[in-house]
């Protein structure tokens, strides 16, 4: 299949009909949304238990060119059955398109666009130099800090999963790139060539926080990681009110005040996904404060 130079390709890797709703929600807002300058193919990937979405293709054929892809390799569970679908798609990539020098966007269920023009924006930033092999939202090191204790690494530094990759980026990568979790394997790779480009317009976001976000004008595509994903995605995609637009001057001291409570819960939560996910924000809140100040 030739491809524009400048063609990107938007992943939908699906497990469940839950996921399915999501999608038809997220592409209900995208019809909204003035046609991209970008050129958008829309890769939908069902896992190999499921058969691929007839509604999910009428959907998102209304707002490109589209291709339903069922995921072959028959490996589950969690986190083995996505990192599967992860290497199923990419691979169906560089082997199925001719070689472009746009991304190919992994786009789960629980990141939704914010802006009218995000496409455009991350192409823009996906060309803003020499096009690197990903693009996304980087993680530093997570660490928990303990009273009279080292501090423990939690986290070592990637680029969360949901990011932009070279199209011919299964190619590229080594096979020692496919040893577990994929985002925090590939990441190393991808560094160790110089070919990483962090990016502030895909970000983390909470239930609390994600109405204050929709107004962030750096921020273009939310991932609500650890959050309810139907109740994040409605919150993504409901318009601003008024009163919200006009409270966005107070936005500022939210901040410090939700990062105040933040690093009180962490004395207290000491174990398991709460704790890393709560530490893990932490260290993008002083990165991002230092990045600022620099």
């Not at 096979?175 to 895909?202: C, L, T, W």
């Not at 009163?243 to 174990?271: D, I, K, M, T, Y």
Request: aromatic share 12%; net charge positive.
């Amino acid at each position: 299949m030739q491809m524009p130079s400048n063609q990107h390709i938007v992943i939908l890797p699906y497990f469940c009909d839950d996921e399915i709703k999501r999608y038809l929600k997220i592409a209900d807002k995208l019809r909204t949304f003035p046609q991209p300058d970008a050129k958008v193919h829309y890769l939908l990937a069902s896992s190999p238990r499921r058969s691929p979405s007839d509604e999910l293709y009428a959907a998102y054929s209304e707002l490109g060119p589209c291709t339903s892809f069922q995921c072959p390799t028959q490996v589950f569970g969690y986190p083995a059955g996505p990192t599967a679908m992860y290497w199923d798609a990419m691979e169906f990539i560089a082997d199925n398109f001719s070689r472009s020098d746009g991304f190919s966007l992994w786009l789960e269920s629980d990141m939704a666009p914010i802006k009218p023009d995000w496409i455009d924006r991350l192409s823009n930033e996906w060309y803003s130099g020499q096009p690197p092999l990903m693009m996304g939202c980087y993680v530093p090191e997570v660490y928990k800090y303990r009273f009279f204790r080292q501090p423990k690494l939690l986290l070592h530094p990637h680029v969360n999963g949901g990011a932009c990759y070279a199209t011919d980026f299964a190619k590229r990568m080594p096979a020692q790139a496919r040893n577990g979790v994929f985002d925090m394997a590939v990441y190393q790779h991808a560094e160790m060539k110089d070919q990483v480009r962090p990016s502030r317009q895909i970000s983390f976001s909470t239930l609390g926080r994600v109405r204050r976000d929709l107004l962030n004008s750096d921020k273009v595509l939310l991932h609500g990681f650890m959050q309810d994903k139907d109740q994040f995605i409605d919150a993504c995609l409901k318009p601003l009110t008024q009163r919200e637009q006009n409270s966005a001057a107070w936005n500022p001291l939210h901040e410090r005040l939700e990062n105040l409570g933040r690093r009180v819960r962490v004395c207290f939560v000491r174990r398991g996904h709460r704790a890393m996910f709560e530490n893990m924000l932490l260290a993008k809140f002083r990165m991002e404060a230092q990045n600022r100040a620099a």
